[in-house]
C-alpha cells in the first residue's frame, strides 16, 4: 500500500512539473527586437525622429530623405559607451533618395543617451539621440 501512495505521490508531482513547464511555454512572450526608423533629411537638414528609444537587441534603420548625401556618425564624447559609439557609426555616405542603412544595437549596450549627427550637416543642426532603455 506504501509503494502505491508513494508512485502516486511521484506520479503527481511530474505531472505538476510537467504542467508548470508547459504553461510557462504557452503563456509566457519572449521580448521581440524591434526596428526603428530614422529619416535623415526629413523636411530639410534633420533627423526624423531627432531622439528614438531603443532596447538592446533592436536596429535602427537610417533612410535617407531629402537633400543627400547623409551619414551617421556617434559621438564618443557625448555618449555612455565611447567604443560603442565608434562601432555604431556608418562613415559611408548614402546619396540616394531612399537609400538605407542599420544599426544594431548589440545585448549588451550599455543604457544611455547616445548624440549622432551627420557629418556633412552637422554644423546645420544635423543631430540627433538614440537612447538606450
Do not use: W
Request: include cysteine; hydrophobic fraction near 45%; charged fraction near 15%.
Amino acid at each position: 500500500m506504501r509503494f502505491i501512495s508513494s508512485l502516486s505521490k511521484s506520479v503527481a508531482l511530474l505531472a505538476s512539473v510537467v504542467m508548470l513547464v508547459i504553461s510557462s511555454l504557452v503563456f509566457s512572450h519572449p521580448a521581440e527586437a524591434a526596428n526603428h526608423t530614422v529619416t535623415m533629411g526629413a523636411g530639410g537638414l534633420q533627423f526624423s525622429p531627432k531622439k528614438v528609444a531603443v532596447k538592446p537587441g533592436d536596429t535602427v534603420t537610417f533612410k535617407n530623405g531629402m537633400l543627400p548625401p547623409h551619414n551617421v556618425m556617434f559621438n564618443p564624447a557625448k555618449s555612455p559607451d565611447s567604443e560603442l559609439s565608434k562601432s555604431l557609426s556608418h562613415k559611408e555616405m548614402a546619396s540616394k533618395a531612399g537609400e538605407s542603412f542599420d544599426v544594431n544595437i548589440p545585448a549588451d549596450a550599455k543604457v544611455g543617451d547616445y548624440e549622432f549627427f551627420c557629418v556633412p550637416h552637422r554644423g546645420a543642426g544635423m543631430v540627433g539621440h538614440m537612447v538606450v532603455e
